[in-house]
């Protein structure tokens, strides 16, 4: 089920290689994986649905958030996928809460108001008020 958070980014569970054909007719450009390998027995692996969206002309770029939770790193690489992708972009991962707070977390660094992403997260179904203040320090840029 797919979650819309803005004009330009969507998150969802874990989809499969067969999804990717309805995800590009949505209109999706890119898709972002959020979901490390291996997290869940018979999950697709991230080489599948790299080849599903490579097959159909879509950008895929993988940002696994294991265990360890979230990095800078993975922040600006999320926010780097959103720039480069031209249209809509569909991040994924089990549930799609790992997605849509490192949504949260890439458009708070880039200067988007915390208070709104925390309730276009809410209009989705995700709370993000356990982030809040990170999500303002962010912002703030500090």
């Not at 209009?123 to 320090?137: C, N, R, V, W």
Request: charged share 20%; with cysteine.
């Amino acid at each position: 089920m797919i979650r819309v958070l803005n004009e330009s980014v969507a998150v969802a569970p874990q989809i499969a290689p067969e999804d990717v054909a309805a995800i590009k007719a949505a209109g999706y450009v890119a898709i972002v994986n959020n979901r490390p390998d291996g997290e869940q027995p018979g999950q697709p692996t991230g080489d599948a649905i790299r080849a599903a969206a490579e097959d159909h002309g879509l950008a895929y770029t993988a940002i696994p958030v294991g265990q360890g939770g979230f990095s800078h790193e993975m922040v600006d690489e999320m926010a780097a996928a959103l720039v480069a992708a031209d249209g809509p972009v569909l991040a994924y991962c089990r549930s799609g809460t790992r997605s849509c707070n490192l949504w949260a977390l890439a458009a708070a660094k880039a200067g988007r108001n915390p208070d709104l992403l925390v309730r276009q997260a809410e209009d989705a179904g995700y709370d993000l008020s356990g982030l809040k203040p990170t999500l303002d320090m962010l912002a703030s840029g500090k």
